[in-house]
């Protein structure tokens, strides 16, 4: 039983437990055995708590210390590549990739939400990501991703494919994130099973999120299994406007679930569909300029009463 008081949960889950959504338990059995999972979204841990994981005790004390030393000026840079044959290639890499119908809207509509930067289709290259992904705060990839359990290096993001450029031009390996030097204060790996990886003793789950660790990213927002294209582009959109709100983001990834399960149907309340995104690492908000500016506008009144306020007392003084 769990102390009163605490609504938030801090999880180092040990070998394979790192493939596990730890808010989709129930504290209680259900009265029902009907196979419905509706009847079961208000007894998730999910209603309970907004749950973060570490990925080790040490890399998450890293997490929470680099957290402090982020640079980026700008805020979201947002990448939706395309998976079709591009005039002037002989090896189209992708070609037994589907295109994420959804990828691209999603995108477009967080970079109007935030003011940020989309590229899209052609715009969304390798190339394009390695030049600018260290400008800003929030990195949002919606792509494929390759696992590679016996290699986890080997695991890639799959970015569009230049005119008569090869495959591996288009491919983003996690080795190659280990040499990067990112400013992002959160990478959202919106790509199938970016949590997924091989499991070593004492390092937890080596993965694709495991890169943007080392690349300096304190917080990242990753996929335990396959995600659902339509569901994700809610709960994406939906956390964003959490985070915008100067929300935790723990916090803005439970309550963009919470809502999701609010009006699933008895098909999408399935926890496939809503529960294969978790958050690892630093939970802090994010420092925006919409929230500057909001604050700005609330001390505005105080700063011109005080000002008043001291004018006049100033003018009595002179009087008396």
């Not at 958050?279 to 506008?297: E, M, S, Y």
Request: overall charge neutral; aromatic content about 10%; charged content about 15%.
């Amino acid at each position: 039983q769990m102390p009163a008081g605490i609504n938030r949960l801090i999880i180092v889950p040990d070998g394979k437990l790192g493939y596990l959504p730890f808010e989709i338990l129930l504290p209680t059995l259900p009265d029902s055995t009907r196979a419905d999972f509706r009847t079961l979204a208000p007894l998730y841990l999910l209603q309970r708590y907004a749950i973060s994981y570490g990925a080790s005790a040490t890399l998450l004390l890293e997490q929470q210390t680099a957290a402090h030393h982020q640079t980026a000026a700008k805020l979201f840079a947002g990448f939706a590549p395309q998976y079709i044959q591009q005039p002037g290639n002989n090896n189209p890499p992708q070609d037994t990739q589907a295109q994420l119908q959804g990828a691209v809207e999603e995108v477009a509509q967080i970079a109007q939400l935030t003011g940020g930067q989309a590229f899209l289709d052609q715009t969304a290259t390798k190339e394009r990501f390695k030049n600018m992904a260290g400008k800003y705060k929030i990195i949002h990839l919606a792509m494929h991703g390759e696992v590679n359990d016996q290699n986890p290096m080997y695991s890639k993001l799959l970015f569009t494919q230049p005119p008569g450029a090869s495959a591996d031009e288009a491919e983003l390996n996690t080795y190659e994130l280990y040499t990067m030097n990112l400013n992002a204060d959160l990478a959202v790996l919106s790509a199938c099973s970016t949590g997924e990886g091989q499991v070593q003793k004492g390092e937890g789950i080596m993965s694709l999120s495991r890169g943007f660790i080392y690349a300096g990213c304190p917080s990242i927002v990753m996929s335990l299994w396959k995600a659902a294209d339509a569901s994700t582009r809610q709960i994406m959109q939906t956390f964003y406007q959490n985070l915008m709100q100067q929300k935790n983001k723990d916090v803005a990834l439970q309550e963009a679930k919470l809502a999701f399960l609010a009006s699933a149907d008895r098909l999408t309340s399935y926890p496939f569909y809503w529960a294969t995104f978790v958050q690892l690492g630093n939970t802090q908000p994010i420092p925006t300029q919409h929230a500057f500016v909001f604050w700005l506008l609330c001390l505005l009144p105080a700063t011109v009463l005080a000002f008043y306020g001291w004018h006049r007392l100033k003018r009595k003084t002179r009087n008396t």
